[in-house]
């Protein structure tokens, strides 16, 4: 008997997106299976987080085929919203509300009940545990990168997208995300995380997608971006 082969958690066939005369993301195609986290690597300007955006429901695209947790981003990119965790690169903090108060707000918006515990145990873990009471205004940018990742990885989301979530954070915002994303694979979670730091994707990601100039210019194993050969390799496909 042949085994089932598990549906992907994300397709993305032939992804094109347009912002006027730009066009930032040019036929972009890939899978992304559960229980694997996947990175998206590239230079800044790369289209990786537009392509991010648009697995979020947060752009939509301009023409190809994208569909997240078995919904068609096109159709309905609110359901979309709802079955995603998503960290985007910039913003998406209320900066007069509390870190307590984020999460109590996404815990009301998804219906979530007996959230409190998880709350706290996410901001120890990223040592936002003794300001979880004061108002994000002030926040250090790294500090607004962990809450933003403890907000994605909350609901415990089917397809977990963290885009540049290591930016500007300290090592133990780092090793606190290491644990997210472990998390969220164990439990057969979809992890996509886009960065420009090989290394740090290498460490999180068992595949690396690269893009150049919004195309996609390679599939491998994270594996294969290891040590002086893969940095190498790596430099080969940005040129």
């Not at 919004?214 to 050969?229: Q, S």
Request: aromatic letters at 4%; a negative charge.
């Amino acid at each position: 008997m042949t085994p089932t082969v598990p549906a992907p958690a994300v397709l993305v066939e032939d992804l094109h997106v347009r912002f006027g005369e730009v066009e930032a993301v040019t036929g972009v195609g890939f899978e992304a299976p559960p229980g694997r986290a996947t990175a998206l690597l590239g230079r800044n300007g790369a289209g990786k987080s537009t392509t991010m955006r648009v697995l979020a429901g947060v752009v939509p695209p301009t023409s190809g085929r994208v569909v997240v947790a078995g919904i068609d981003v096109s159709q309905d990119p609110l359901g979309v919203k709802r079955a995603v965790g998503y960290c985007p690169d910039v913003g998406g903090l209320v900066p007069r509300a509390t870190p307590w108060e984020h999460l109590q707000l996404s815990a009301s918006l998804r219906r979530m009940t007996g959230w409190e515990p998880r709350a706290r145990d996410l901001l120890e873990r990223f040592e936002l545990g003794d300001v979880a009471h004061r108002v994000t205004t002030g926040f250090s940018h790294g500090m607004g990168r962990r809450l933003s990742v403890i907000l994605a990885a909350f609901h415990e989301p089917d397809v977990l997208l963290l885009d540049e979530p290591f930016d500007g954070v300290d090592p133990i915002g780092v090793e606190a995300t290491f644990e997210v994303v472990a998390d969220a694979r164990a439990r057969g979670a979809s992890i996509l995380l886009s960065t420009h730091l090989r290394e740090l994707a290498i460490e999180t990601c068992s595949t690396a997608l690269v893009l150049r100039g919004g195309a996609r210019v390679a599939d491998m194993d994270a594996i294969d971006l290891r040590g002086e050969e893969g940095a190498d390799a790596y430099r080969a496909l940005l040129d």
